[in-house]
């Protein structure tokens, strides 16, 4: 019994901690829902010659790409969501072409689980595999999905160009051991979303080369890049937290009953056609130009880990890097498919999907 009843000093703060009521507001990593943007494509760009008019980018209520999204669940939908990085966003990529709406309109048309099927895109240009942890926990789980895509890899070796690992602790030192200030900072500033945008945000114009502008501006990427020497020595790199994460994704899936697809990473860094070496921009790193076959060797490795990890928990895994051919036909870039590559990935894995389940 309370005798004296004290008013809740955060009742006002808990009324408007979620916005919408589905989603969470102090997630960083998502749209503002019901927003709508006009992107256009420079001239020239690989794949793009049919885009004469501005594309349109959509979000829905709940701030993914894809058709309104209904809360409680239809009985008659079956809903998948798609995670990763700017491969899935396709930000300049208009929303009748996304790879996303593609696989959609694929599974329809062969009344895939007798059900309607609404494919979200959940992707986020920049998000790496820790981001994929967040948006699936935070963001989808309570969305209640029958299924989930994760295109990941891509980012995770980009960022292990700039640290080895900042989440890696060296369980050969005393645990007594005292723990620097410096270490606990770096840890901090990685994992936790805001400082890490706030350092990005902050970067200077020479380093800052991942900015999204409504009028793409690979050209201006691509000149900083190639102006800048080939350094052949990487960084050392740790794939542990790649791959750990990889496992909480599954067992976040498998504790929620909802099927999970890998989808490896596609990258051009290997590529013989000059046309598409001409667009690369990724390859530079912290202010360095690295290698673009030896970068290739580090997709190569992470693309292996999502393979072996997946093998041994049976979760599928539609091999994109073997299935969409390196070509200007499909890629624009490093590793973003123009519209062609968006129609060819929808297509494919609508197909490997559709497999599966026979």
Same mark, same amino acid.
Request: charged share 25%.
């Given at each position: 019994m309370q005798f004296f009843p004290v008013p809740d000093p955060y009742e006002n703060a808990k009324k408007n901690m979620f916005y919408p009521p589905i989603g969470n507001m102090y997630i960083e990593s998502q749209f503002d829902p019901n927003t709508k943007f006009k992107f256009a494509t420079e001239e020239g760009l690989l794949g793009f010659d049919a885009y004469k008019e501005k594309t349109n980018f959509t979000v829905n209520n709940v701030g993914?790409?894809?058709d309104e999204l209904k809360m409680?669940?239809?009985?008659?939908?079956?809903?998948?969501?798609?995670?990763?990085?700017s491969s899935t966003e396709s930000l300049y990529v208009d929303d009748t072409d996304v790879w996303t709406q593609v696989l959609q309109e694929n599974l329809n048309r062969d009344n895939?689980?007798?059900?309607?099927?609404?494919?979200?895109?959940?992707?986020?240009?920049?998000?790496?595999?820790?981001?994929?942890?967040a948006m699936l926990s935070h963001r989808i789980i309570h969305l209640q999905p029958d299924e989930v895509i994760v295109f990941c890899g891509i980012n995770d070796v980009t960022r292990l160009m700039l640290d080895d690992n900042p989440l890696k602790f060296n369980v050969t030192e005393k645990v007594d051991e005292e723990v %620097?200030?410096?270490?606990?900072?770096? /840890? $901090?500033?990685?994992?936790?979303? +805001? @400082?890490?945008?706030?350092? !990005?945000?902050f970067k200077s114009e020479e380093d800052a080369l991942e900015t999204i502008e409504i009028q793409s501006n690979y050209k201006k990427k691509v000149k900083k890049t190639q102006a800048r020497p080939v350094e052949n020595q990487l960084p050392t790199t740790d794939y542990g937290n790649y791959a750990n994460k990889l496992?909480?994704?599954?067992?976040?899936?498998?504790?929620?009953?909802?099927?999970?697809?890998?989808?490896?990473?596609?990258?051009?860094?290997?590529?013989?056609?000059?046309?598409?070496?001409?667009?690369?921009?990724?390859?530079?790193?912290?202010?360095?130009?690295?290698?673009?076959?030896?970068?290739?060797?580090?997709?190569?490795?992470?693309?292996d880990i999502t393979v072996n990890? %997946?093998?041994?928990?049976?979760?599928? /895994? $539609?091999?994109?890097?073997?299935? +969409? @051919?390196?070509?200007?036909? !499909?890629?624009?870039?490093?590793?973003h498919f123009n519209p062609a590559g968006n129609k060819k990935m929808g297509d494919e894995l609508a197909t490997f999907i559709k497999t599966l389940n026979q």
């Open positions: 993914f790409r894809g409680p669940k239809p009985d008659t939908e079956y809903r998948i969501f798609a995670i990763g990085g895939y689980q007798n059900k309607t099927v609404k494919v979200y895109n959940a992707g986020k240009s920049g998000d790496n595999i820790q981001d994929h942890v %620097s200030f410096g270490k606990m900072l770096g /840890v $901090f500033l990685y994992e936790f979303q +805001i @400082p890490r945008r706030l350092y !990005y945000a496992k909480t994704l599954i067992g976040i899936c498998q504790a929620n009953d909802i099927k999970l697809i890998f989808a490896t990473q596609v990258v051009t860094w290997d590529t013989e056609e000059e046309a598409l070496q001409n667009w690369h921009w990724m390859t530079s790193r912290g202010g360095i130009r690295y290698n673009a076959k030896m970068l290739q060797q580090k997709v190569d490795s992470i693309n990890e %997946s093998a041994k928990l049976s979760i599928p /895994v $539609f091999k994109t890097d073997s299935i +969409i @051919p390196k070509t200007s036909a !499909y890629l624009y870039d490093d590793c």
